[in-house]
């Protein structure tokens, strides 16, 4: 939740037809908003239409040419996210109620109007309009991931009919790789993005041949090289994506190591996302503690065994620490 100094770099129009008037406003408010004056109505529609959008416009009533209600009643149908204050010294009953009805009024306020006030009012406005952009704002970013995620698990059902397997490890690992984001506490946004990159972190195998995916001794270094490369083509698949989740890039470094040994490019670890960093572990997890097409299961012990030995060395500490919690705990696959 935003504070009142946070209002700093909001835009508040102030509408008035006594030029001394605003003079003042924006002597006494100008270290605490962005402000911006018009004389009249007329004036301030066209500041709105050329330099919004507004937070809050603050309205005189009584004006010539266009009256503050009929100016506010405008606002709300044009712009009806900014927060609409009256500041009048023509009050009475009759005049609110009027402009409350058809200005859809968040404060009526008269003159003489004290500063800590006026800046109280719009500051609570300000606050308002934060709030209800922020809530748009996530129901588009929830239609646009509803969306996303659609697009991906396509993919997911794609090399599910190729290799069963494939599938289903990366539904498990998302659900690893998300829980131990969410242990680390990371921003929900960064979460996210783990969650959507693990479930197609693998889609770059569509292109190794099933032989060689499903066989069952060691692979030679030619089949070796061709499954190496998945992180490359998963990576080719969902780099022209457009989301600001930078999936392409987890994918293409969930199977790097923080000691340089890691495939493709031998990154280091202050040269990856911590993402990718929990998604490597989230896969060693999956593969090691459930049965693959040429093995059984080697069990959580193993697992744990495989991290605490390679933490500091192929895993960041930060993420082993959580994973080992998480296998001892029997809190995996928890949501």
């Known amino acids: 939740m935003q504070t009142e100094k946070d209002y700093s770099h909001?835009?508040?129009?102030?509408?008035?037809?006594e030029e001394n008037i605003l003079q003042s406003h924006r002597r006494s408010l100008r270290t605490h908003f962005q402000i911006h004056t018009a004389s009249g109505g007329k004036a301030a529609l066209e500041i709105l239409e050329n330099e919004g959008p507004f937070a809050v416009i603050v309205s005189d009533i009584k004006m010539p040419s266009m009256t503050g209600v009929e100016l506010l009643s405008i606002v709300r149908e044009k712009y009806p996210d900014t927060i609409r204050i009256v500041l009048t010294g023509y009050a009475?009953?009759?005049?609110?109620?009027?402009?409350v009805n058809r200005g859809d009024i968040f404060r009526f306020m008269t003159k003489p109007c004290g500063k800590d006030d006026l800046?109280?009012?719009i500051s609570e406005g300000a606050k308002q309009f934060h709030m209800t952009k922020t809530t748009q704002e996530y129901a588009v970013v929830k239609r646009l991931q509803k969306g996303l995620e659609g697009t991906l698990r396509a993919f997911t059902r794609l090399v599910e009919f190729r290799d069963p397997y494939t599938a289903g490890h990366m539904d498990r690992v998302a659900k690893i790789a998300t829980n131990i984001a969410k242990r680390l506490e990371l921003e929900r946004d960064r979460v996210e993005a783990i969650r959507l990159a693990s479930l197609v972190h693998d889609i770059g195998k569509i292109a190794v041949p099933a032989g060689i995916l499903n066989k069952p001794g060691e692979l030679n270094d030619a089949e070796f090289a061709l499954i190496k490369a998945h992180p490359l083509v998963g990576?080719?698949?969902f780099e022209t994506l457009d989301t600001d989740w930078p999936i392409s890039r987890i994918i293409l470094e969930h199977h790097e190591r923080?000691?340089?040994s890691?495939?493709?490019n031998g990154l280091l670890g202050d040269q990856m996302l911590l993402e990718?960093?929990?998604l490597s572990v989230a896969d060693v997890v999956d593969a090691i503690t459930t049965h693959r097409p040429y093995r059984q299961s080697l069990g959580r012990q193993k697992a744990i065994d495989f991290l605490k030995k390679n933490s500091g060395v192929e895993f960041a500490p930060e993420v082993v620490t959580i994973a080992v919690d998480m296998l001892e705990n029997d809190w995996v696959l928890d949501s």
């Open 10 to 17: 909001m835009k508040i129009l102030l509408v008035d037809d």
């Open 92 to 99: 009475n009953l009759e005049l609110a109620i009027n402009a």
């Open 119 to 121: 800046i109280a009012a």
């Open 235 to 237: 990576a080719e698949i």
């Open 258 to 260: 923080i000691d340089g």
């Open 262 to 264: 890691g495939y493709p």
């Open 276 to 278: 990718s960093m929990i």
